[in-house]
């Protein structure tokens, strides 16, 4: 609902513009490119969601291309890892596509190119080349070879694909503006040589691969796209994307798209997510993860989407959050505070509620005779649909060492030996009666006794009381392995920072405690449930200490918790 009152992004303006001037017929094509170097981030999960949620809202359909362009960084693992995660989060594309498909209309386009003119082999360094580059306001300095005879050219680039010329040692480069004030222009790379890595598709087929800004434009068009929706640092980029299409379109078409002379796929940039105490770049994640400082991609403190997962965010909270964020031309920081707030929210309506004592002590309750009882207790409180759970009772309990204090003054509510009169969660109304203490003074059991007539549900149990605690039957609870989750950095934004950005790592972004948890989470163990491949996730408020999922380590000896987020929130609206 809230969607449906919000304006217009800006992309949706173009789309609908387009739509009522007719461009393309009415057809709305959009991709979205990953390269798969390494696993999606919440940052792709903004492209994802406007690239599917375009299609998806005008009747388009939305591809799923993979930039596979440069076989030294690329994996298969990746590409599958890709597909799952894009699925989990609920769009659908309409065909996979791979950059590697093209990789010989884009050769014999190169060809066509080095014919034409429009290119040249240049045997200078990387080095040699970017210092002749220039400055925008300084012209570049022409290559040597730039007005290399066409033959030459040809018999070259030809050598470089046969693997007869070392990686490294020769490019081809678009002979277009050495001045033009746009640096994109001057002369940039088309092609280089990768001997040293076999491509994860394409095996050893080929020794010369296109560059990002000869690849890119070139897959939208021959696949028909005609939104072709990325970041801002690609607005400088656009207009060399509009070059490399007109040299075999409109005037000069030369029938590589089905759909005619006229047609363009058009670039369209938007600001990219950036969240505050996090990284938000693959090659600092590969880092994290190689060198152990994380536990994998998936750990749940990357903002990895299968670390969010693993992490208890479920998909309509992710999407419910860029839907917050919205789209614009103005690069940001967003608070993590706010995709906090988002899964806080979410969990709040469904996680049912249970109790778990972190830091356990024992109470006995002295005048309560008998084997115990079963109660009953609402999921969540006051929303009776979700239905309600059994809860064991009997005379042992755990409770939080924090709730008892053997001596407090007035201003305490809890439990203290001669005290006022507490109400147990869902349950009677006790008051402390005393302790008992260790050689070292420290406090092994509590003793209380319990009015029989102030069960909650019943008459009695209206009685108010200043206090209510939580509590665990001994003899029904289990432990559980609970890891609590912090922000992977210590400082707001790492990358700003100087230095190396590992030295910002949080501290205490992990701690791990054992706490005793209800008997209700028996049900949890068993190895995951998969669902896709994908482990499912329960999720579940554990009273007073935040919001929970049950990690995929859980078997059928052993539950683990991951916390999703603390109860508090800090998130200033
Ligand atoms: P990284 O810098 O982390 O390697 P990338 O941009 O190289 O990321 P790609 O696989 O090329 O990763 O990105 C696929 C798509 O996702 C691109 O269209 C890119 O613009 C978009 N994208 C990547 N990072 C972000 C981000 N932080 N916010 C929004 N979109 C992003
Ligand atoms: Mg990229």
Request: glycine letters at 8%; hydrophobic letters at 35%.
């Amino acid at each position: 609902m809230e969607q449906e009152e919000k304006s217009l992004n800006f992309i949706e303006q173009i789309v609908e513009k387009d739509l009522a001037e007719g461009v393309n017929d009415g057809r709305i094509q959009t991709r979205f490119p990953p390269e798969p170097n390494g696993y999606l981030h919440i940052g792709h999960v903004k492209a994802i969601c406007l690239d599917f949620g375009i299609a998806e809202k005008y009747n388009g359909v939305c591809n799923l291309r993979f930039d596979d362009t440069n076989p030294a960084k690329e994996d298969t693992e990746y590409v599958e890892t890709i597909e799952r995660d894009i699925a989990w989060l609920g769009f659908k594309w309409g065909q996979i596509y791979y950059a590697s498909d093209y990789f010989q209309q884009l050769y014999d386009l190169a060809i066509m190119f080095i014919k034409e003119g429009k290119a040249y082999v240049d045997e200078q360094t990387a080095e040699q080349i970017a210092e002749q580059k220039g400055t925008p306001t300084e012209p570049g300095v022409a290559s040597p070879y730039r007005d290399r005879p066409i033959e030459e050219n040809l018999r070259l680039f030809e050598a470089m694909q046969r693997g007869e010329i070392e990686e490294g040692k020769m490019v081809l480069r678009a002979k277009i503006d050495m001045a033009n004030p746009n640096m994109h222009f001057r002369d940039p790379i088309m092609y280089r040589i990768i001997t040293s890595h076999p491509h994860h598709r394409t095996g050893r087929k080929w020794n010369v691969y296109p560059m990002y800004d000869f690849a890119h434009g070139q897959s939208d068009y021959f696949e028909g796209v005609t939104h072709s929706i990325c970041t801002l640092e690609f607005e400088v980029h656009r207009p060399l994307y509009d070059y490399f299409i007109d040299q075999f379109s409109g005037a000069n078409f030369c029938g590589l798209s089905p759909y005619g002379p006229d047609y363009r796929p058009k670039q369209r940039e938007f600001n990219r997510l950036n969240i505050t105490y996090t990284v938000m770049s693959k090659r600092k994640m590969l880092q994290l993860v190689k060198e152990g400082l994380v536990a994998g991609w998936d750990d749940p403190r990357m903002p990895t989407v299968c670390g969010l997962r693993r992490r208890g965010y479920t998909p309509s909270s992710i999407r419910t959050f860029m839907d917050r964020i919205g789209y614009t031309k103005v690069e940001g920081m967003i608070d993590q505070g706010l995709l906090e707030h988002t899964i806080r929210e979410d969990l709040k309506e469904t996680a049912p509620r249970v109790c778990a004592i972190f830091d356990p002590v024992k109470l006995i309750i002295t005048n309560y005779e008998g084997e115990g009882e079963t109660l009953t207790a609402e999921n969540i409180d006051g929303i009776e649909a979700l239905g309600t759970r059994e809860v064991r009772f009997g005379r042992e309990l755990w409770i939080e060492r924090g709730d008892f204090l053997e001596e407090a003054d007035n201003k305490f509510y809890r439990l203290s030996p001669g005290g006022r009169e507490v109400r147990l969660k869902n349950s009677y109304i006790i008051q402390a009666t005393g302790c008992e203490k260790d050689a070292a003074g420290n406090i092994t059991t509590v003793y209380a006794t319990y009015d029989p007539n102030s069960k909650s549900g019943t008459e009695g149990g209206n009685r108010k009381t200043k206090a209510t605690i939580n509590w665990v039957e001994c003899n029904s609870a289990l432990d559980a392995e609970v890891r609590l989750y912090d922000r992977l950095f210590a400082v707001e934004n790492p990358s700003a920072e100087e230095g190396d950005f590992r030295d910002l790592l949080n501290p205490d972004s992990l701690k791990v405690v054992t706490a005793k948890v209800e008997g209700a989470l028996r049900s949890e163990l068993h190895a995951p449930i998969l669902e896709n491949g994908i482990p499912r996730e329960n999720h579940y408020q554990l009273l007073k200490q935040g919001y929970f999922v049950v990690d995929q380590d859980t078997n059928a000896e052993k539950l683990v918790l991951n916390r999703t987020c603390s109860l508090k929130d800090n998130y200033l609206k």
